[in-house]
């Protein structure tokens, strides 16, 4: 598993950035609430993930914080709530 990334932000949108690490640019998807705890784009920055890995699909999920990773988790223990629940409640 991936711990977390650090990059240049090179896009911030609606639950969802992208960050450049050396030439390959990731595609993160970000509680909004964590939008504005990350520097402007073109800044450097340290970004903790959680890569899902279904049959269908792999989704990472990124946080401005180690904290707001745990809650991100403590979340997804909670019956029928998801990774992108998890990401809305938040």
Not at 20 to 38: A, F, K, Q
Not at 45 to 70: N, P, W
Request: proline share 4%; with cysteine; aromatic share 12%.
């Amino acid at each position: 598993m991936f711990n977390s990334l650090t990059g240049t932000i090179t896009g911030k949108f609606p639950k969802q950035i992208f960050i450049d690490t050396g030439g390959v640019e990731w595609d993160i998807c970000i509680p909004d609430s964590n939008l504005d705890m990350l520097p402007p784009v073109g800044s450097v920055c340290r970004v903790f993930t959680f890569l899902q890995h279904t049959e269908t699909a792999m989704q990472m999920y990124g946080f401005a914080s180690a904290d707001e990773r745990t809650l991100f988790f403590d979340l997804m223990k909670v019956e029928g709530i998801g990774a992108k629940a998890a990401v809305k409640i938040m």
